[in-house]
């Protein structure tokens, strides 16, 4: 086969790229190893930046998102009993959208598969050959079958453990890692949210926080150990955790029921440079990842399919080599202030295994800084609302 832009990985930033091409009439494949009704059934977070909105309604899956969506113009931290808010709208006039990656990923595959663009499912064994000439290709395997593509670009959207950046060879790319010394142990329930904005809360328990996909859907996490495992926590064992670690008056109000998902998800930050070697270039988790604590994750993908999109939209369209020459540095120089915003406010909310009287300390005149000072809380709004593209 042969295409202008080969995209590996099926998830929401391959996915997105393929149908922003398409709208400039670009051709694509997207190549994703595993089946649709598998990546629809990956519980991600739903925290969506306006510069994702633009770009979900410029690919013609807006309506859905616009329509269910919960706008969220500020949210809560709390410190032991006291709690205050965050107001994005009054500092920045830009709420955020709680709208699930799931959801998401949905209007994309429905969009894709209603222009008729192509997506190859189960395929293994994949390959990358020739990125750093002019004329590279992908091999892959579909039922024991291999197939080629011959393409102009190739986007490697499969993630961390994908075969994108391995496709790199380790001396012409450098990596920088922070692991954390703990995870989140989250749980999905049919209940109402325990109040309609999410509330991060740093306790001496450790971190937990309220979020929610729906008006009956609810989502929450608590800090865990590194090591722990979902099986040592049964459901009243982390409601009670999680009452714990809330000021008692939201406590109070928490309506508990059964988990309907549980899972344990590692907090790291991570890095690749450069997130180009000749024509592959890198997307999301496969060239960075952040911890969730600042809903950056699906964020920072879709600003690499921005710079991605422009850059082909000009090779394409005005034979204008700049926007891809450029891609790498451009990416990084926001996918690195996303990254210090996540260390930020992870460092600011868990309890570190080794964290000192004088580290905790440190921490409540922090809390209370953003607390009371204007300033820190217009610099916290527009990292979390997100950086202009």
């Not at 709208?89 to 949905?106: I, K, L, S, W």
């Not at 740093?202 to 859907?217: D, Q, V, Y």
Request: with cysteine; aromatic share 10%.
């Amino acid at each position: 086969m042969r295409t202008q832009v080969c995209i590996i990985g099926g998830g929401p930033s391959g996915l997105l790229l393929s149908q922003l091409l398409r709208t400039r009439g670009i051709d694509s494949i997207v190549l994703e190893r595993q089946t649709r009704d598998y990546v629809l059934g990956r519980i991600r977070a739903g925290v969506l930046e306006e510069g994702l909105l633009r770009l979900l309604e410029e690919a013609g899956v807006g309506r859905r998102m616009r329509k269910e969506g919960f706008e969220h113009a500020g949210t809560l931290i709390s410190y032991g009993e006291e709690m205050f808010r965050i107001d994005f709208v009054e500092h920045t006039g830009t709420p955020v959208m709680v709208y699930g990656q799931t959801e998401v990923t949905r209007d994309l595959y429905d969009a894709r598969e209603a222009s008729g663009g192509a997506v190859e499912f189960n395929v293994g064994n994949v390959a990358i050959h020739d990125a750093d000439r002019d004329n590279p290709h992908v091999t892959y395997t579909v039922e024991g079958m291999e197939r080629r593509i011959d393409c102009d670009f190739i986007a490697g959207c499969d993630g961390f453990h994908g075969v994108s950046r391995r496709s790199i060879p380790e001396e012409a790319r450098r990596e920088y890692e922070k692991v954390y010394p703990f995870g989140w142990l989250g749980i999905l329930s049919e209940t109402p949210p325990v109040n309609h904005e999410l509330i991060y809360a740093n306790s001496e328990r450790g971190f937990a926080l309220c979020s929610m996909r729906n008006e009956n859907l609810s989502r929450y996490y608590v800090q865990c150990s590194a090591h722990d495992k979902v099986e040592n926590w049964s459901d009243d064992e982390f409601w009670t955790e999680l009452k714990r670690r809330i000021p008692s008056h939201v406590a109070e109000g928490l309506v508990t029921g059964p988990s309907i998902e549980k899972s344990i998800a590692p907090l790291r930050s991570f890095v690749t440079e450069p997130m180009r070697w000749g024509r592959l270039f890198l997307c999301g988790d496969a060239a960075h990842i952040v911890p969730p604590t600042g809903a950056k994750g699906l964020n920072t993908a879709a600003s690499d399919v921005h710079y991605l999109f422009r850059g082909l939209t000009q090779f394409y369209e005005l034979n204008d080599e700049e926007g891809l020459d450029r891609y790498s540095n451009r990416a990084l120089a926001r996918i690195w202030k996303a990254e210090r915003f996540s260390w930020w406010f992870s460092s600011l909310m868990h309890r570190f295994p080794d964290q000192s009287e004088f580290d905790h300390k440190m921490q409540v005149a922090e809390l209370e800084f953003l607390r009371d000072s204007k300033a820190a809380q217009k610099a916290m709004a527009e990292n979390y609302v997100g950086l202009p593209y």
